[in-house]
C-alpha cells in the first residue's frame, strides 16, 4: 500500500515540544518532497512545513515558524516534525503527504493523521 504513515501524536501543555513522525511505504520515500500539514476543528486543511527530497530545503508557514523544525532520514524512510513552544492553537489532526508541487507546496498522497492536543 503506497501511504505515509503519521505517529508520535498526543496530549501535551502548552510550552512544551513534540515531535511526530511519518514513515513512508510502498513508494520511493528518498525521491519525494515531503510536506506537513494540518487540520484544526472546523477549519481547512492547512500547510505546515515542507522539506526537499535530500533535505537540503525546507520552509514553514509563517504561524509556525521558528517554532517548527521539519527533517528527515531517508535510510528510515522517515520524515519529523520537532515541534516545539507549543500553543493551544497548535491543535489540530496533522497530517504528512508527498509533495508533487514545491512552491506552492501540492500534496498528492497522504497520511491518515495523528492528533496533537495541547492544553492551555
Known amino acids: 500500500q503506497v501511504q505515509p504513515v503519521e505517529f508520535g501524536g498526543g496530549l501535551v501543555q502548552a510550552g512544551a515540544s513534540l515531535r511526530i513522525s511519518c514513515r513512508g511505504s510502498?513508494?520511493?520515500?528518498?525521491?519525494?518532497?515531503m510536506g506537513w500539514y494540518r487540520q484544526a476543528p472546523g477549519k481547512e486543511r492547512e500547510f505546515v512545513a515542507a522539506?526537499?527530497?535530500?533535505?537540503?530545503?525546507?520552509y514553514y508557514a509563517d504561524s509556525v515558524k521558528g517554532r517548527f523544525t521539519i527533517s528527515r532520514d531517508n535510510a528510515k524512510n522517515t520524515v519529523y516534525l520537532q515541534m516545539n513552544s507549543l500553543k493551544p492553537e497548535d491543535t489540530a489532526v496533522y497530517y504528512c503527504?508527498?509533495?508533487?508541487?514545491?512552491?506552492?507546496?501540492?500534496?498528492?498522497?497522504w497520511g491518515q493523521g495523528t492528533q496533537v492536543t495541547v492544553s492551555s
Open positions: 503527504a508527498t509533495l508533487m508541487g514545491w512552491r506552492p507546496p501540492k500534496a498528492n498522497v
Open positions: 510502498g513508494f520511493a520515500f528518498g525521491r519525494n518532497a
Open positions: 522539506i526537499s527530497w535530500s533535505g537540503n530545503y525546507t
